[in-house]
C-alpha cells in the first residue's frame, strides 16, 4: 500500500498496515547514518519548519537532522525568540510562516488539538511532534521499530508501560500502536497517574511494579510531567521512586532476562529508573533516540511525496 495522508496527527488515526509502512520506511533508512557522507537528495528543494512551543531536546534535533540528511531546507521556530512573547496567537503564527510557502510544518504544543487545528488551517503538510498529553506519534513510531528490531515481530508481545500514564502522550500513541500490531499492554502506575476508563483503549491495569513488569517482554517507563500535574497526585518523589521506580534488583527478581527496557527521555535518573537500569545492558534508550532520526526522515519522506527517492 501507499500513503495517502496530507497529515501525520496521531497513531489512534492510522490502520495497521499505515503503521507498519511507516516503521518499515523507516527500517530501510536506517542505513543512511552509517554512511561517510549523511545526504540523500530525496527532499531537495522542499521546506520543513520544526514549530515547537514546548522545549525538546530529542524530537526536535531529530527532525532537523533527518531534513537535513533528505536535503531539504530546515528552519527552526522557538516560541521563546518569535512574536510569540510579543503575543501573537498560535493561528496568526502559524499563518504567518504557512505564507513563506513550507512544505512540512512540524509542531509541538502544550495544547491537545494543536497539530489538528494546524492541519485543518494550513495547506501544507503537518506532523505532530507531541500536543499536551494526547499523542506523540513520532515517539511511538520509533518506539515500535525499536522493539521490532529487537524482538523481530510484534505479535503476541507484552509490554508494560509504568508511571505517570494520565499526563503521558507517549502511553497513549504506543498504546494505540501496540493494540493495533497485536501486542498486549499493562499499563501501571499510582491510582492518580492513571486515567479513568484507561481499560477502554484495550489495556490492563495493575497498581504494583512487580505484578506489571513479572513476566513482560517490554518494560516502558515514564517520566513523571511535573510541569502537567496540579499539585498533590505524589505524595513525594522520594516516596514515588520506591514504589515505583525500576531498580536493577527489582528487575533482577521479577523480570524476564532478555526484557526490554524503554524510555522516551528525558530521564528523571533516580526517580523512575536507577541509573544502573538506565545504562544498563536491559535498556535500549540510545538506541531509541538513535531510531528516532530513521522514523522522522520516513515519515518526512511519506508526507513530501518523495517515497522511493532516497537510494
Ligand atoms: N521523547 C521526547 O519527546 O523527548 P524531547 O521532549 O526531548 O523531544
Known amino acids: 500500500m501507499g500513503w495517502t495522508r496530507k497529515d501525520l496527527l496521531s497513531i489512534r488515526e492510522l490502520d495497521a498496515a499505515e503503521i507498519v509502512l511507516l ?52 528552519v527552526n521556530f522557538s516560541a521563546g525568540g518569535s512574536s510569540a512573547a510579543k503575543g ?25 488539538g494543536a497539530a489538528e487545528i494546524l492541519a485543518r488551517t ?30 523481530g515481530h510484534f505479535e503476541g508481545l507484552s509490554v508494560a508501560i509504568v508511571g505517570d500514564i494520565t499526563h503521558s502522550r507517549v502511553a497513549r500513541s504506543n498504546i494505540h500502536g501496540m493494540r493495533k500490531l497485536g501486542m498486549t499492554v499493562t499499563v501501571a502506575g499510582p491510582p492518580t497517574l492513571i486515567p479513568p476508563f484507561v481499560q477502554e483503549l484495550g489495556v490492563k491495569v495493575a497498581y504494583r511494579l512487580e505484578d506489571a513488569i513479572r513476566d513482560v517482554d517490554v518494560i516502558m517507563m515514564l517520566r513523571l510531567q511535573q510541569e502537567r500535574m496540579s ?42 529508573l536507577s541509573p544502573e537500569v538506565a545504562d544498563g545492558p536491559y535498556s535500549v534508550i540510545l538506541d531509541q533516540v538513535a531510531k528516532g532520526v530513521a522514523v522522522r526522515m520516513g515519515v518526512l519522506l511519506l508526507l513530501a ?3 522511493g527517492e532516497a537510494a
Open 23 to 74: 516503521v518499515e520506511t523507516a527500517a530501510s533508512l536506517q542505513e543512511i547514518a552509517g554512511r561517510e557522507i549523511k545526504k540523500v537528495p530525496a527532499l531537495r528543494g522542499k521546506t520543513i519548519v520544526n514549530l515547537f512551543y514546548e522545549n525538546s531536546t530529542r524530537t526536535r534535533t531529530s527532525f532537523e537532522i533527518a531534513g537535513k540528511w533528505l536535503s531539504a531546507d530546515v
Open 88 to 112: 501573537e496567537s498560535f493561528i496568526d503564527t502559524a499563518r504567518n510562516i504557512a505564507a513563506m510557502s513550507p512544505d512540512v510544518v512540524v509542531v509541538r504544543h502544550a495544547s491537545a
Open 122 to 151: 494550513l495547506p501544507c503538510s503537518i506532523v505532530n511532534a507531541g500536543d499536551g498529553a494526547h499523542e506523540h506519534p513520532t515517539q511511538a513510531l520509533l518506539d515500535l521499530l525499536t522493539i521490532k528490531e529487537h524482538k
Open 231 to 272: 499539585s498533590g497526585l505524589i505524595p513525594s518523589l522520594r516516596e514515588y521512586s520506591r514504589y515505583w521506580g525500576l531498580t536493577l534488583d527489582k528487575l533482577r527478581a521479577e523480570a524476564r532476562p532478555d526484557v526490554l527496557i524503554m524510555h522516551p527521555g528525558p530521564v528523571n535518573r533516580g526517580v523512575e
Open 305 to 307: 511525496g518523495a517515497r
